[in-house]
């Protein structure tokens, strides 16, 4: 057992290595100037010598091996350089902001997971009637909608005609009350919900499609069952292993989901900041944001095959490839949904 | 008695033809492709006056900010949208086949290098590394952003072809044909791809969408497409002042048509999801 979680701990951390590696020579690669988001407008004026103690001081001036030597060492020791941009300690930067990101994600999250299951569960049962059919046709034409379009559609209608809800920001400079709040988390969860729901309904519905259509059921149905208690003490909980796997590979994917959302809404999360990071140039505020998603996306893809395991024993012995095939298939799947 | 009942709306619309959705999109394509014959403006031309106009019997579907024809502007537009998501897919289908292919015809050490490679690609949020790939171009084009999308959207590609590969990579045929001397390119297009063809089509087809949609996500964050570049995203990268002015037809009506191309796509690419069960339920 410690040798099996020992293992995926190595793989992890080896993982966060390279993914370092991989975003510390992209983003250094990249043309742009650092010292455009660290000394703003002043840059232009500055002379050639100027510049270069410029560089010198945010130590610049170094092959890029011994720069990322450098920053491993400090990372290691937890030190992860300062924001060029807020010219603070890169973690407090992300501390303020991880909050705001977390409350729209995780509500976000929560939402999706009992939406989709219900939403799942109302289709099978009207399997092929009208309502299924409806819901069907809905959802896939919501999944079509773009993020930043809806966000606008939603603003336009609720912000610019109504007037009942703000168009932007986490809270009003000066209030930042819990009603407050809430009045601007409404939009923008609207669209993070909106954007996912159907499409983890989708899989449910189609998990308890194959589900009600096994033998036992029938067998069930024989001994006189009602239909609920089949679905739902039954079908529902053959499914739910592989439902929550899924719900584990959600995780990334829904906080991926909020960084668009956030551009459009300039709510003040990490996805705006990552954006702001990438754009700017604020290398160690890049490099630690990516870590931190990184780390979020290959946790998540190991809880999900752990959890798959622990609560379906089945897929434990003998047929762990089967496992291993659900969630490569709904990972895929998210895929071709990534740019969504 | 048994209730007949129908089984699933996609079971029943696996036997039937997507005729809609293709006849609409075949409007679209060709709408756009012959876009000179029937626009009343040219969409590039700025008629300051007219700005900010309302949909009328001038102006079918309003003015923008600065003054273009939008009616003009949505069909000129749609080529450059169109091109880029099949540039983007083309770029991405490709690189994924190979990369896949590589990895499953490798030995054991290599595929396992490459997939990790691949998982950690994927693990970096997609918006930055676009960010980060866009900024190697001083100012971004139809090319470079189809680049730029392509090489961001191979990878779950990639594990299909690779995991279709491997199991197929011990039959019979393919080692005859690697007796016989054939290449790994010869293998690959012979033997190999006319095999897990199926299994990618559906999503080949859903990443036409997912670059379309990409295109006009960047361009309406700003790092896409600039202004002059008429497509369906900057279009829509306008709508900062239209927002506040109130002025809907700016963002309801290219995206209406952007949407309804991506429906078409999605009802057609269904098409290529593999066949459901189509067996009674038994609830």
Known sequence: MIAYYGKKLLLLLGSLFLLSLLVFFIARLAPGDPLVSYYGDRVEKMSTEERWQAEERLRLNDPLPVQYARWLEGALQGDFGISYKYKTEVTEVIGSRAVNTL?????????????????????????????????????????????????????????????????????????????????????????????????????????????????????????????????????????????????????????????????????????????????????????????????????????????????????????????????????????????? | MIKKRMTSPSALAAGKKPLLP???????????????????????????????????????????????????MIWYGGRISLTIGLLATAVSALLAVLIGACSGLAPRWLDGLIMRLTEIILSVPNLLLVVLLQALWQQAGVLSISLVIGLTSWMSIAKVVRTEVRQLVHSDYVLASRCMGGGFFHILARHLAPNFFSSIMFMVIMN???????????????IGLPLEIISWGSMLSLTENSLLAGCWWIIVIPGLFLIATLMCITELGE????????RHSNL
């Open chain 1, 103 to 340: 409350i729209l994600g995780g509500t976000a999250f929560v939402l999706v997971f009992a939406g989709a299951l219900a939403l799942g569960v109302f289709c099978v049962w009207h399997e092929g009637r009208l309502a299924d059919r409806l819901i069907c046709r809905i959802g896939t034409a919501l999944s079509c909608i773009p993020e930043f379009w809806l966000s606008l559609l939603l603003i336009l209608i609720f912000s610019v005609a109504l007037g009942w809800l703000p168009s932007s920001g986490a809270y009003t400079p000066g209030d930042g009350g819990l009603w407050d709040r809430l009045q601007h988390l409404v939009l923008p969860l609207l669209v993070v919900v909106l954007g996912h729901l159907w499409y983890y309904s989708y899989m449910v519905r189609n998990r308890l499609m194959e589900e009600v259509r096994a033998e036992y059921v029938l067998l069930q149905k024989s001994c006189g069952l009602s239909k609920s208690a089949i679905l739902l003490r039954h079908c529902l909980r053959n499914a739910l292993p592989s439902y929550l796997s899924i719900m584990a590979l959600a995780v990334p994917h829904i906080m991926g989901g909020t960084y668009v959302v956030e551009a459009v809404f300039s709510y003040p999360g990490l996805g705006t900041l990552s954006y702001e990071s990438a754009r700017y140039q604020d290398y160690n505020l890049l490099m630690l944001l990516c870590l931190i998603s990184g780390a979020v996306v290959i946790f998540c893809s190991l809880l999900a095959q752990t959890v798959g395991e622990r609560l379906d024993r089945r897929l434990k012995h003998g047929a762990e490839a089967a496992a291993v095939a659900t969630v490569a298939a709904a990972a895929a799947e998210e895929g071709a949904c990534a740019h969504d």
């Open chain 2, 22 to 72: 293709a006849l609409f999109l075949v409007l679209i394509v060709a709408g756009c492709l012959c876009c000179e014959l029937f626009i009343p403006y040219d969409p590039a031309y700025m008629d300051l006056a007219h700005a900010s106009e309302g949909p009328s019997r001038q102006f079918l579907f309003g003015t923008d900010t600065m003054g273009r024809d939008i009616f003009s």
């Open chain 2, 208 to 222: 036409i969408r997912g670059a379309i949609v990409a295109e006009s996500t960047l361009s309406f964050l700003g």
């Open chain 2, 271 to 278: 098409r290529f999801r593999g066949a459901r069960s189509r």
